[in-house]
């Protein structure tokens, strides 16, 4: 059996960005002589921060407005107000977007996606995996970034497949009949899927429209139809080429992992992990 290992030292794996970020102690000769300040980023998450309702932010960031000279340091110190538009933000060719959203991440404001500066064009999907191929894993071991981005390509690829089937010569002929429904339909169709007394046959247009939004969600990753899709393919597959006679599932042991050791009950200081405990 082969057993596949990854070595975490930083000494052995040359760091992708050598070469682009000009390294301080490489010369520090030069480093002192030089007008280049190099840039660390940093930031903090408030994982409370749910807690706080808007009136409380509002409130807080009126009193910082405020300009009264009686008040201490902390009460007049600059504050930034980017308050927020009346349009969404376009999230299509916006390089903008991940920068403005995550500037502890790309804190050169630089590498973006879908940047139409660059003399190569590089997908959005491709650029996402190299974002979190970096040695410093800080794409990685962001709380939010992942699922942007996660939510982003589903959307994307909602809104190419529903422009596929629209263009469809049996869409047409449907879509009359899927604009006479309302709102009471759909309401109504979706409390008796929750009760289990939803019939298909009840109504031929809402029909329609839940086979094109299965078509549609067939091919969306993460989803409910997707599922569906992939265990159809492997109904197709074993009615084509039948029954396998060996089922083969590799599972790295978790016997060593101290998360699923601390949720296994045994006493371990998550912070403070020995080698010697594992």
């Known amino acids: 059996m082969l057993t596949m290992e990854q070595k975490i030292g930083d000494e ?13 102690l490489a010369d520090p000769t030069e480093s002192t002589n030089s007008d280049t300040m190099p840039i660390s980023n940093s930031g903090v998450l408030d994982v ?4 706080v309702t808007s009136d409380e932010i509002k409130n807080y960031v009126l009193r910082k407005m405020k300009n009264d000279k009686g008040t201490d340091q902390m009460d007049t110190e600059s504050i930034y107000v980017i308050p927020h538009s009346s349009k969404p933000v376009n999230e299509y060719f916006n390089p903008k977007l991940l920068l403005g959203l995550y500037p502890t991440l790309f804190c050169y404001g630089y590498e973006s996606p879908e940047d139409k500066s660059r003399s190569v064009e590089v997908k959005l999907r491709e650029h996402i995996r190299y974002l979190f191929s970096y040695d410093d894993r800080r794409f990685e071991t962001s709380h939010s970034f992942i699922f942007v981005v996660f939510n982003l390509l589903q959307r994307r690829d909602t809104c190419f497949h529903a422009q596929l089937i629209a263009t469809k010569p049996y869409f047409q002929a449907s879509a009359q009949e899927i604009q006479s429904l309302n709102s009471n339909d759909i309401e109504m169709a979706f409390n008796k899927s929750q009760n289990n007394i939803f019939s298909s046959t009840s109504n031929a247009s809402l029909h329609k429209l839940l086979n094109h939004i299965k078509t549609i969600g067939g091919r969306i990753m993460g989803l409910t139809y997707s599922r569906t ?7 197709a597959l074993i009615y084509n080429q039948g029954l396998p006679s060996i089922f083969l599932t590799l599972n790295p042991a978790d016997i060593h992992s101290p998360v699923a050791l601390y949720f296994a009950g045994v006493k371990l200081d998550l912070d403070n992990i020995q080698i010697e405990q594992l």
């Open 12 to 24: 052995e794996i040359p760091p992708e960005r050598v070469g682009y970020v000009p390294d301080p």
């Open 48 to 51: 409370n921060g749910s807690t």
């Open 229 to 235: 899709a992939l265990r159809t393919r492997i109904h």
